[in-house]
């Protein structure tokens, strides 16, 4: 079973998903993306709720890595659901509309995570940023630099989990220095976690000047060769299966 040790990171397996070519799996995403933010009716989400369900049983990833994905935005959710729901103006109260509006949303987010989890953890940054670059070709037509783009989101992809790692390594080393992050109040506690935020800052740009030389040093310039044969069939139904669903999920009322 698939447990990612950091999250978003890759894991090594030998599931459907894994075996897929990186530029289904980047389209499928894209066209979830679509279906799971443009559906208008519980019905369309419950649709894309359903291929997520298959995407996970298809990689051996657990339902408690989506909310482990969640996790970090849990402030940001749950202040979007409160204020859809609480009426201030006019007659206080509850707004049972407001709420489910903003448990859409809410949906919607998680549904969109829980996808891009399935794609990072199973698919290698080299892979991924590769199918990134086949799937946006079409816009070098209009000038935009697919290559450069391609490589920035395959970096803050890998960066996710390698900064997870950087918190967790800070914090153990603090706290073996006796610091005393959760002691206290909000404002001693937050002065505790600057001990740990500070070093992180400095760590994280220091990591992005050594790939910024090591990329200068390549003589880096964007452009990209792609060695990718063409697509399989099961990769071609694949994205057939998330366009179905996506445009099934669009128009569901």
């Known amino acids: 079973m698939t447990r990612p040790g950091a999250l978003g990171g890759y894991v090594r397996g030998d599931t459907p998903v894994h075996a897929l070519d990186a530029r289904a799996k980047v389209a499928a995403l894209i066209l979830a993306t679509v279906g799971s933010f443009g559906a208008r009716s519980w019905a369309g989400l419950a649709l894309m709720g359903l291929l997520l369900a298959g995407a996970l049983a298809a990689s051996r990833t657990t339902p408690r890595a989506v909310l482990r994905g969640l996790r970090p935005a849990l402030v940001i959710l749950s202040f979007s659901l409160l204020a859809n729901a609480v009426v201030l103006v006019g007659q206080p109260g509850i707004s049972w509309e407001g709420l489910l509006r903003g448990a859409r949303a809410v949906v919607r987010i998680a549904l969109v995570v829980g996808l891009a989890l399935v794609v990072s953890s199973t698919t290698t940054p080299p892979a991924l940023a590769e199918g990134l670059a086949a799937v946006m070709a079409p816009l070098r037509v209009v000038g935009v630099p ?31 220095r006796g610091a005393r992050l959760d002691a206290g109040g909000v404002v001693g506690r937050l002065r505790g976690w600057g001990q740990v935020l500070v070093p992180l800052i400095v760590g994280l740009f220091r990591r992005a000047d050594e790939l910024a030389r090591a990329m200068s040093d390549r003589c880096y310039t964007g452009e990209q060769t792609s060695m990718a044969g063409p697509l399989a069939l099961r990769d071609g139904l694949v994205i057939a299966l998330f366009a179905v669903g996506a445009a099934l999920a669009l128009v569901l009322w």
């Open 146 to 176: 697919v290559g450069g783009v391609s490589t920035a989101l395959s970096v803050a992809l890998r960066s996710i989990p390698l900064t997870m790692e950087e918190i967790e390594r800070i914090r153990c080393a603090q706290l073996a």
